[in-house]
């Protein structure tokens, strides 16, 4: 992921939510107050080591770690330019989702039936411009070949466009 998004001239910072530890206890993976927090703390810290650039910031999460990227977005509004849940479950952050700006791309496998139907919930529940898409013979975790690359992809388009509108200079 992180490859292709940097050969379409975009920035990553990959990070953890859970610790090693943390991550040993299934039941936090669930814990979105705890996984957002985390992520705000992080976003704080690039906001002040970026030095007040304005650099258009966006959101990858997938799995539970989208509902925390979507209650974060609300928490920072107009801060975030843009968000990418892939195989996402929204539906954890649905109190939230109202408030979120940024414009938001749903990704799901074809073959994710379940996560499918949540993710439409979650969209009808989103007022942001927001795009569901569904992946044809991909299933959650898009293991099949060629998936995660398409998902990339589709990530690197999605932020591209939306940051080049705060960012004319991100190509």
């Given at each position: 992921?992180?490859?292709?998004?940097?050969?379409?001239?975009?920035?990553?910072?990959?990070?953890?939510?859970?610790?090693?530890?943390?991550?040993?206890?299934?039941?936090?993976?669930?814990?979105?107050?705890?996984?957002?927090?985390?992520?705000?703390?992080?976003?704080?810290?690039?906001?002040?080591?970026?030095?007040?650039?304005?650099?258009?910031?966006?959101?990858?999460?997938?799995?539970?770690?989208?509902?925390?990227?979507?209650?974060?977005a609300a928490h920072f509004r107009d801060k975030i330019s843009a968000?990418?849940?892939?195989?996402?479950?929204?539906?954890?952050?649905?109190?939230?989702?109202?408030?979120?700006?940024?414009?938001?791309?749903?990704?799901?496998?074809?073959?994710?039936?379940?996560?499918?139907?949540?993710?439409?919930?979650?969209?009808?529940?989103?007022?942001?411009?927001?795009?569901?898409?569904?992946?044809?013979?991909?299933?959650?975790?898009?293991?099949?070949?060629?998936?995660?690359?398409?998902?990339?992809?589709?990530?690197a388009g999605w932020f591209s466009k939306h940051f080049h509108n705060?960012?004319?200079?991100?190509?």
């Amino acid at each position: 992921m992180a490859e292709i998004l940097q050969d379409h001239n975009l920035g990553t910072l990959l990070f953890d939510l859970l610790t090693e530890e943390e991550d040993l206890i299934y039941e936090n993976r669930f814990n979105i107050g705890l996984l957002t927090r985390r992520l705000i703390a992080v976003t704080d810290w690039v906001m002040v080591y970026t030095h007040g650039r304005q650099l258009p910031l966006g959101y990858f999460g997938a799995s539970t770690g989208a509902a925390s990227a979507l209650r974060a977005a609300a928490h920072f509004r107009d801060k975030i330019s843009a968000v990418v849940s892939r195989g996402g479950r929204p539906d954890l952050a649905m109190d939230d989702l109202p408030k979120v700006l940024a414009p938001t791309l749903l990704l799901v496998g074809g073959l994710d039936t379940e996560v499918i139907q949540l993710n439409r919930m979650a969209q009808r529940r989103l007022e942001a411009r927001t795009k569901l898409h569904i992946i044809p013979g991909a299933s959650h975790l898009f293991e099949e070949p060629g998936k995660l690359r398409e998902v990339a992809e589709m990530t690197a388009g999605w932020f591209s466009k939306h940051f080049h509108n705060v960012y004319p200079y991100v190509s």
